[in-house]
C-alpha cells in the first residue's frame, strides 16, 4: 500500500484535490491519504503558509499529490523554514510554496505532458508531447538582490550536474515510453557561457542514448515553433526559467492550464500537482474543473507502477469527455465539479 500526502492548497484546490481523490480510490489503487495543510488557511493557523510538518510528511511518505496555492505579487514576501535535517538544523527562505517544496525535497526535474483530448476545444490537433524542465536552478530560484533604490539584479546560475540529471531523466523518459526525440531549447546564441553549457550537456547526455533522436532550437524560434506545427515536437528539455514560461504555452496549445497535469520528480519524492491557479473567485461553487489534477493522479499512479488504475482512469475521463454530456462549463458543458467526478467513476 502507498502512502500519499494530499496537499489540498487555497481556493478550488480542495475541491480538484478531492475529487482526484475520489476518482483514485474508486480505480481500486492500492493508495491510502495522508492530508496536511498548506497556503493561506496554513497561514491563519500555524503562522507559516508552508509548516515544517508538510515536508516531513512528503519525506516519509515519498509521494504527494497537490492542488494549487496562492502566492502574492511583487513585495519581499518569503516563506522562511526552519528545521533540523539530518540531525542539523537549516534555515531557509524561499519566494514561493512551489519553490519552497521543490528545493527542500530536491524536486530537480518538473515533467508536463502536454497532448489533445477528445471534447476539448482546441485550435491543434495530434498534439502529445512531453516538457522536461530543470527545476534546481537558473533565474527562476529567484536569486536576487537591490543593488540600490532603482536597480534590482538577479543572478543566473547553469550547472553541469544539474543539467545532465535532468537531460538523463528526460532520455530515459522517452526510451521507457517509446518516443524517439528531444529538442533543447536554449538561448546560447546570446547567453554564450550559462545556456552553452545547457545545451553542451544536454547534448552530451543525448550521446548515451543513440537510438534517440535529439536536436536543438533557439527558445524564441522554438516559441514560434510550438505554434506552427507543434505536432511536430516530441520531448523538450529546458533551463528553468524557460521551462516554466513554455510549459504554459504547450497548455495553450492543447485547451489550457485547466487540462495540463504536472510533476516534480527527485531521488527519493515525488510530487504531481495541477499547475494551474487557485482561482479564489469560483472556490467554493462547484464548478471547477479537476482534471488537471486528475490526470496528475495518472502521472502519479503510473510513477508508482499502478498501471492498471491509471489507464481505467484515463480510458473514462476519455470517455466522459467524448460524451460531453456532464463536463464543467470550461469545457463545454454545465456539469459542476461533483456531477463531473461522478460521470468518471460510473465510467470505471
Do not use: W
Not at 532550437?217 to 515553433?225: F, Q, T
Amino acid at each position: 500500500m502507498n502512502k500519499v500526502t494530499v496537499v489540498p492548497g487555497d481556493g478550488i484546490g480542495p475541491e480538484v484535490v478531492g475529487s482526484a481523490c475520489a476518482i483514485i480510490k474508486a480505480s481500486g489503487a492500492k493508495v491510502e491519504f495522508e492530508e496536511v495543510l498548506v497556503g493561506l488557511r496554513a497561514e491563519k493557523e500555524f503562522g507559516t503558509a508552508l509548516p515544517v510538518n508538510v515536508l516531513e510528511s512528503i519525506e516519509r511518505n515519498r509521494l504527494a499529490l497537490k492542488g494549487p496555492t496562492q502566492t502574492p505579487f511583487g513585495g519581499n514576501y518569503r516563506i522562511n523554514i526552519e528545521r533540523v535535517k539530518n540531525g542539523k538544523e537549516s534555515r531557509s527562505d524561499y519566494p514561493s510554496i512551489a519553490i519552497a517544496l521543490r528545493k527542500e525535497l530536491q524536486l530537480y526535474v518538473n515533467v508536463r505532458p502536454i497532448k489533445n483530448y477528445p471534447g476539448v476545444a482546441s485550435r491543434f490537433k495530434d498534439v502529445n508531447l512531453v516538457i522536461f524542465r530543470e527545476n534546481s536552478e537558473d533565474l527562476y530560484v529567484g536569486n536576487e538582490r537591490m543593488i540600490d533604490d532603482n536597480t534590482a539584479e538577479a543572478i543566473k546560475i547553469i550547472t553541469r550536474g544539474a543539467t545532465e540529471r535532468t537531460a538523463r531523466y528526460g532520455f530515459e523518459y522517452l526510451k521507457k515510453t517509446g518516443r524517439k526525440k528531444m529538442t533543447i531549447g536554449h538561448k546560447a546564441n546570446v547567453m554564450k557561457l550559462t545556456d552553452g553549457l545547457f545545451l553542451k550537456a544536454g547534448q552530451d547526455v543525448a550521446k548515451e542514448f543513440p537510438g534517440l533522436a535529439c536536436d536543438s532550437r533557439v527558445i524564441d524560434a522554438l516559441c514560434m515553433e510550438l505554434v506552427i506545427k507543434p505536432e511536430s515536437f516530441d520531448g523538450l528539455l529546458l533551463a528553468n526559467l524557460f521551462g516554466d514560461i513554455v510549459s504554459d504555452l504547450a497548455a495553450g496549445l492543447v485547451g489550457g492550464l485547466g487540462v495540463a497535469p504536472g510533476a516534480n520528480i527527485g531521488t527519493d519524492c515525488a510530487m504531481f500537482e495541477a499547475v494551474h491557479g487557485s482561482a479564489p473567485d469560483i472556490a467554493g461553487k462547484d464548478i471547477a474543473n479537476p482534471m488537471a489534477i486528475i490526470l496528475s493522479g495518472v502521472l502519479m499512479l503510473h510513477h508508482i507502477g499502478e498501471i492498471a488504475a491509471a489507464d481505467r482512469i484515463e480510458a473514462a475521463l476519455t470517455k466522459v469527455l467524448e460524451e460531453k454530456k456532464h463536463v464543467t462549463r470550461d469545457l463545454g458543458g454545465d456539469a459542476g465539479t461533483r456531477r463531473f467526478t461522478e460521470a468518471i467513476i460510473a465510467k470505471l
